[in-house]
């Protein structure tokens, strides 16, 4: 999804998927490492209130974070 597309998905009820495109798993499958988003996260996204998709995107900075953190 392009930044325009997100930008007007984003109506205030409407979180935009923080997908970019680069959809791989880490090394023990828990997460994407271009998103950060678990594969149930992912799978969910649809069904997910706006609450809960804000809730995962503030938690994935600091998950992408800790993953590349030696």
């Not at 999804?1 to 798993?25: E, F």
């Not at 994407?32 to 994935?60: P, Q």
């Amino acid at each position: 999804m392009s930044s325009a597309q997100r930008r007007a998905d984003d109506d205030g009820d409407n979180v935009p998927s923080p997908c970019i495109s680069i959809c791989v798993l880490d090394a023990s499958q828990s997460y994407c490492t271009g998103c950060g988003r678990t594969l149930r996260e992912i799978a969910a996204w649809t069904d997910m209130s706006a609450d809960e998709k804000r809730a995962v995107v503030a938690s994935l900075a600091e998950r992408l974070a800790r993953a590349h953190t030696p």
